[in-house]
């Protein structure tokens, strides 16, 4: 019974984080599906957010009230800044990259996530590495893998598979110059994004 306890607790991290990685990217499919059918992405967010509050906000009144710390101006700053970087910055000019990309192609470029908060982290010393430890040189190889992955999604380009539902959409199209130009822009807001994204986890992390 209590090894059973002992690999529940070893694994329950690794579950969460699959669970996560699979919220995004069904947010990305449903957020994608959305913007084409003309919804507004500042609309999208501010429904998204205004869900999100209605179904957190009674967990945090009721089991957390007693366990917030004092609200200093100092917090506050910091919370404004939070929600400057998170939902402002990061949510708007990620779904704008999203409306001018695809939902597989923003879930691949997400990848670039921890490359940046690994290195902005390092850079303002939150981050210890020593290159002569494991931990380190696995720390340093999952980032060069992830951005690997990341070069990988985004430069190869494979043949079209021509499934049901995509029947009857111009290749020729996609192939335009001005669909590249689309798609580039797209993945440069996408990119800013990823970064106010890096700085939101650093500074949640010190709130």
Not at 66 to 73: D, E, G, S, V, Y
Request: proline content about 4%; aromatic content about 12%; overall charge positive.
């Amino acid at each position: 019974m209590e090894s059973r306890t002992q690999l529940y607790k070893k694994v329950k991290p690794f579950v969460a984080i699959i669970l996560v990685q699979l919220g995004h990217a069904g947010m990305s499919i449903i957020g994608k599906f959305a913007l084409n059918k003309g919804m507004n992405p500042r609309v999208f967010i501010a429904y998204r957010y205004a869900v999100a509050t209605v179904v957190i906000a009674p967990f945090a009144i009721f089991y957390d009230r007693k366990k917030r710390p004092k609200l200093t101006c100092s917090i506050f700053a910091k919370i404004m800044l939070l929600a400057l970087l998170g939902p402002v910055a990061y949510q708007n000019l990620y779904y704008e990259g999203v409306k001018r990309t695809t939902a597989t192609y923003s879930r691949a470029l997400f990848n670039v996530v921890p490359l940046c908060t690994f290195a902005m982290a390092w850079i303002l010393r939150l981050e210890k590495v020593n290159i002569r430890r494991r931990a380190s040189q696995a720390k340093v190889l999952g980032t060069i893998v992830s951005f690997g992955g990341v070069m990988l999604m985004t430069l190869v380009k494979g043949p079209s598979w021509n499934l049901p539902w995509t029947y009857g959409h111009s290749h020729q199209e996609s192939a335009s110059a001005a669909h590249t130009q689309v798609v580039v822009k797209g993945s440069l807001m996408m990119l800013a994004g990823f970064f106010c994204q890096s700085g939101y986890i650093i500074l949640q992390v010190r709130v």
